[in-house]
């Protein structure tokens, strides 16, 4: 059974970190573009970042404008797991990030498989 698992959510203030992963597991996601996805309350869900497969680099990765700059997205192949940083965090980031995979490429409506999602909650 294909299974993403994300952790690393969790309430931080405006201008503070967080480090969100996820584990997949059940298949190899050799040749699969990863993403991460958000949804916030009473708003549908959004694209934030996304890296395609390359088994000699991490990948290229694509951001939404809105945080570009502030987050990166990457991946370790050896281990199954995908990897988002998100720096200078703002109550507008608040939401519950789920991760994606995807056969040709991750995008809000289209994806393989999808995470359970983890919680991140910014204040100001």
């Known amino acids: 059974q294909v299974q993403l698992v994300e952790s690393g959510g969790g309430s931080v203030q405006a201008g503070d970190s967080l480090r969100l992963s996820c584990v997949a597991s059940g298949r190899t996601f050799s040749g699969y573009s990863m993403g991460w996805l958000r949804q916030a309350p009473g708003k549908e869900r959004e694209f934030v970042a996304s890296?395609?497969?390359?088994?000699?680099?991490?990948?290229?990765?694509v951001y939404a404008d809105s945080v570009k700059g502030r987050f990166t997205i990457s991946r370790d192949n050896t281990k199954n797991t995908l990897y988002l940083q998100m720096n200078s965090l703002l109550p507008e980031d608040t939401a519950v990030y789920y991760c994606a995979a995807d056969s040709t490429f991750v995008t809000t409506t289209q994806h393989d498989y999808r995470g359970q999602g983890t919680q991140v909650t910014v204040s100001s």
């Open positions: 890296i395609t497969w390359s088994a000699w680099s991490g990948g290229s990765p």
